[in-house]
């Protein structure tokens, strides 16, 4: 079955900058609306964004619109996040999931395959 493998996080001083990649083992997860989620110590796991697999359909959290970009490549079969303009607030560990149910996209019920999460961690 399709996997998700996230990388790229890391230390960013705030203001900085990081680009997450979320990769799978198969091209059938280019065919899937895929998410990133984050939680942070001693929180519950938030939406963050999210892309339909047109590429063109996006969908931010408040917090996190006009500074992050979710976008896709379908030909090495991975989702990026470009995260600028980083601040403490972003520090969390960061999912992807592959959105295998219709529904909200903000609602992570509605994904079912995670990867193993990538921790950032933005200092002031």
């Known amino acids: 079955q399709m996997q998700v493998t996230e990388s790229g996080g890391g230390v960013a001083q705030a203001g900085g900058s990081l680009r997450l990649s979320c990769t799978s083992s198969?091209?059938?997860?280019?065919?899937?609306?895929v998410g990133w989620f984050r939680q942070a110590t001693g929180t519950e796991r938030g939406f963050v964004a999210a892309?339909?697999?047109?590429?063109?359909?996006?969908y931010y959290s408040n917090d996190v619109k006009g500074r992050f970009a979710i976008s896709r490549d379908n030909a090495k079969a991975t989702v990026y996040l470009q995260m600028d303009n980083l601040n403490p607030e972003d520090t969390a560990i960061y999912y992807c999931?592959?959105?295998?149910?219709?529904?909200?996209?903000?609602?992570?019920?509605?994904?079912?395959?995670w990867g193993q999460g990538t921790a950032v961690t933005v200092s002031s």
């Open positions: 198969t091209s059938t997860f280019n065919y899937y609306p």
């Open positions: 999931a592959i959105k295998t149910l219709p529904g909200a996209f903000e609602a992570e019920r509605y994904y079912n395959i």
């Open positions: 892309i339909k697999p047109n590429s063109v359909d996006t």
